[in-house]
């Protein structure tokens, strides 16, 4: 007698996974966080300039301004005598005006005086009296126009930037103290399985510490989650049980074991016989057999056991879409042929070296190791091979 064919989707493509993922994640609310909160956080409306930046024509050197036709001549042999008038520095201005033969001295970041377009550095001056005398022409190039960086009313920042350093500071240039973000996801994490086993408890034979708890947490940190960490659970349906009901409040669960084809896979058979499936296995390697479903509305995504399997899913599926990034993929040249699978697209692990990648050689989905040494995921497309010299696309690790 056949088996029935399941009503859900077996062996998807990983982009129709990390859709159909992103698809069940619930709308990100909107908070107001300061400047000093704003680190890792996903802008959720544009971001446009209060102000201009500079906020007047500045000088980028230590020297003097003064009138550039006043300097024409100036030579090392034959320097150019400029009258001093007052000075100019950051936060005080000089407010007169400087007429033909006269400059200010002026520092980094402040003002041209009315009358000025040009400066001459100050390892090109030399002081006499109230005069200086100039060994080269004065230039306007070291001279930052007005709104030369942003003008008030630019729109700068787009809503979906993930605000690193650089950015914030960009926000408090604009002139916003507080920004509008998306709220964070809050997800739930839990491991499984019977051999799993806390770090720095005695092992058993057969028994494996719970890599793929810390390792995913940290990972779901690095996206800017809020973790709930349910800890671990046995093979046990009772005790999944118990553990997915108290995800409560959160928008997403990650399990990590009990998905694939074994007796002993309980997440897999709760999910179809009591929750609800979206997908089961994906075409990838590492990772194929990761199950997407739902349990009384908490969306579930469940990822294999195996440590490597685990945490590339992870990073090619579950981190896009948690935070709205496309995966950021390189192309380099392959330094050594990668396999192609007939049905699958393989990640496999490669170091890098310059513009080229090399294959990682132990690429079993049980060698953790491989990608704390790796530099990169090398992905091979369904049957095509890549062959020493090709170019080939990578995700950074």
């Given at each position: ?71 024409w ?19 005080l ?99 499984t399985?019977?051999?799993v ?12 510490y ?20 349910l ?22 669960l ?33 990772g ?16 294999p ?68 040494d ?24």
């Amino acid at each position: 007698m056949t088996a029935p064919r399941p009503d859900f989707p077996m062996h998807v493509s990983v982009e129709q996974a990390r859709e159909m993922l992103a698809a069940l994640l619930p709308a990100p609310a909107t908070e107001t966080v300061g400047l000093a909160d704003a680190l890792g956080r996903t802008l959720a409306a544009p971001l446009g300039a209060l102000v201009s930046h500079p906020s007047a024509t500045e000088s980028a050197l230590d020297g003097i301004a003064c009138r550039e036709a006043d300097t024409w001549a100036a030579t090392a042999a034959a320097p150019v005598r400029l009258r001093v008038v007052g000075e100019s520095r950051a936060g005080l201005p000089f407010t007169g005006t400087v007429g033909e033969g006269e400059c200010t001295r002026i520092y980094t970041g402040a003002p041209m005086p009315p009358g000025t377009e040009a400066i001459c550095p100050v390892e090109e001056l030399a002081d006499d009296g109230d005069d200086v005398l100039l060994r080269r022409p004065a230039s306007p190039g070291d001279v930052r126009p007005e709104g030369g960086d942003f003008r008030a009313g630019d729109d700068v920042m787009a809503a979906g930037l993930l605000l690193t350093a650089p950015r914030v500071a960009l926000a408090a240039a604009l002139g916003h103290r507080e920004l509008a973000v998306r709220r964070r996801h809050r997800v739930a994490l839990l491991s499984t399985g019977d051999e799993v086993v806390e770090p720095g408890e005695p092992l058993s034979a057969g028994q494996v510490y719970d890599s793929n708890r810390y390792g995913l947490a940290a990972m779901l940190r690095e996206c800017g989650c809020d973790v709930l960490m349910l800890g671990h659970a046995p093979d046990s349906p009772d005790a999944l049980h118990a553990a997915i009901e108290s995800a409560g409040g959160a928008d997403l669960l990650v399990t990590s074991g009990g998905v694939s084809m074994g007796r002993y896979d309980f997440m897999r058979d709760l999910l179809i016989e009591h929750g609800r499936v979206a997908f089961w296995k994906v075409r990838m390697r590492p990772g194929g057999p990761a199950l997407l479903g739902g349990w009384q509305g908490l969306p579930v995504i469940g990822l294999p056991g195996n440590p490597v399997s685990s945490l590339v899913v992870f990073h090619v599926i579950v981190r896009p879409a948690l935070t709205g990034q496309s995966l950021q993929s390189l192309t380099l040249r392959a330094a050594t042929p990668f396999r192609a699978l007939p049905d699958k697209t393989a990640f496999w692990r490669g170091v890098i070296d310059g513009g080229t990648v090399r294959d990682y050689g132990r690429q079993g989905s049980g060698i953790l190791r491989s990608l704390s040494d790796a530099d990169a995921l090398v992905i091979v497309p369904e049957g095509r091979a890549v062959a020493a010299g090709d170019d080939v696309q990578v995700v950074l690790l």
